[in-house]
């Protein structure tokens, strides 16, 4: 028998949260492929099979906690599925399975190719014993899994205990949940592992951090311009579109030389001031923000730019996030305009000192001097900074260069 364990993952992840099991008890998995995602604070990972076999057991359920180096599976290397043909390891290999588990052990849930509710072994043992119809059974499973404390607890109007583990990686339908009034519903959802990790990390930035933010506004017209006039030859000649995050990637590149301090951290009583430029690009997911990191940003064109914030942005949206994508950053770049933001104060991203927020572009009247007024592309930019190293001069004057170089971006180009 092979044990099937918790791979080491990074030095500052010691555990995560069993995701889904991508097999089932009974499947015949080669080397190296896939049998379960696991959720970390803040990437999934795969975890392989390092030998070919069929898969025993499942010592772990979905939404355990686990901790690396833990054993969470078995793989006899020596057993068959269905003649070594893992596709048709079906119903009557899983109900054989199923005879084999102890009573008190919860197993891996086998899957229906029926109306069948999903239920654990246990449960569906104890639900045989007392005569109770698993479908009339509620859960608060995120998954709608009935397991034996629901069986326990029913027609008891008690809510069955649940695991503290988070939930699932993979969206599901949240279980509802009885309020104290009948007539206002309430749902209770889970905090998946990264969204406690996110709201850890936010709170004790604010909490650790003498955090100011400071604001400017942008006249984008002359970005606007280069945009429409280079666009198509710009993706003719590299193969991606000219946005708006390559110029303010290079303009903040060229602010940080310029302001180093919003490009260091503190360390005790030191600073560490970093002298390379690695941008934290925010991006959006379905399990919450990550911040993947474009790596020596100020050695990027325009395109290599663009191609870089392109990739890490798909990687994150397709959850494929390596933890080496997210590590390391020294300053980073977030942006609710695509959102429809029009102002906010973005929150830093500890241990760096500065981030900076772009927003909505508005048309707005602009005075161009004391008698005219035009139409123009204005943005609001905001940069949230750490006080205790920053002060407002360096602040307002990194918000200042940001705003002259993106207000003429040829400038840009002799910037390097």
């Known amino acids: 028998m092979i044990e099937i364990k918790v791979p080491e993952l990074a030095e500052s992840i010691t555990e995560g949260t069993i995701a889904q099991w991508l097999k089932e008890v009974g499947d015949h998995v080669n080397q190296g492929e896939y049998i379960a995602e696991l959720e970390t604070d803040k990437v999934n990972v795969e975890i392989v099979a390092e030998h070919s076999g069929v898969i025993k057991e499942f010592k772990r359920e979905p939404g355990d906690t686990v901790e690396v180096g833990e054993v969470i599976a078995v ?10 043909a893992p ?42 014993e007392k ?58 959802v889970k905090m998946s592992r990264r969204r406690q990790t996110i709201a850890k ?6 909490q650790t951090a003498a955090m100011l933010t400071t604001f400017n506004e942008v006249d984008m017209t002359a970005v606007m311009d280069v945009r429409s006039r280079r666009k198509d030859a710009f993706v003719d000649k590299n193969g991606v579109k000219l946005g708006f995050m390559s110029f303010f990637t290079k303009a903040v590149v060229s602010a940080l030389k310029q302001f180093p301090l919003l490009n260091a951290e503190i360390q005790g009583d030191e600073l560490l001031i970093k002298k390379y430029y690695d941008i934290g690009c925010a991006v959006s997911t379905d399990e919450g923000l990550v911040v993947p990191v474009l790596r020596d940003a100020d050695r990027l064109s325009f395109a290599g730019i663009e191609r870089g914030i392109g990739e890490l942005g798909k990687k994150a949206r397709d959850n494929k996030l390596s933890i080496a994508d997210l590590q390391g950053g020294t300053f980073t770049i977030t942006n609710g305009g695509v959102f429809g933001s029009l102002m906010s104060t973005p929150i830093l991203n500890a241990p760096q000192v500065g981030i900076l927020g772009m927003h909505k572009i508005q048309w707005r009247p602009v005075a161009i001097d004391q008698e005219r007024f035009e139409n123009r592309p204005m943005m609001y930019i905001a940069l949230s900074y750490d006080h205790r190293i920053v002060d407002g001069k360096e602040a307002v004057g990194f918000l200042v260069t940001l705003k002259s170089l993106l207000e003429d971006p040829e400038s840009l180009l002799l910037e390097g």
Do not use: C, F
Not at 77 to 84: F, I, K, L, Q, R
Not at 99 to 110: G, L, N, Q, S
Not at 139 to 148: A, E, I, S
């Open 75 to 84: 793989i006899d290397e020596n057993g068959s599925a269905g003649g070594n």
């Open 87 to 128: 596709e048709s390891a079906a119903a009557p290999v899983q109900e054989e399975v199923k005879e084999t588990v102890p009573a008190a052990k919860e197993e891996a849930i086998a899957p229906s190719s029926t109306n069948r509710p999903l239920a654990s072994p246990a449960a569906r043992k104890l639900a045989r």
């Open 131 to 188: 005569g109770i119809d698993l479908s009339s059974v509620s859960t608060v499973d995120p998954l709608g899994r009935v397991r034996k404390q629901d069986v326990e607890s029913h027609g008891t109007g008690a809510p069955a205990k649940v695991a503290a583990a988070p939930a699932p990686a993979k969206k599901a339908p949240a279980a509802s949940v009885a309020s104290d009034d009948p007539t206002k519903p309430v749902e209770r």
């Open 201 to 206: 990390r936010l709170v004790e930035s604010q």
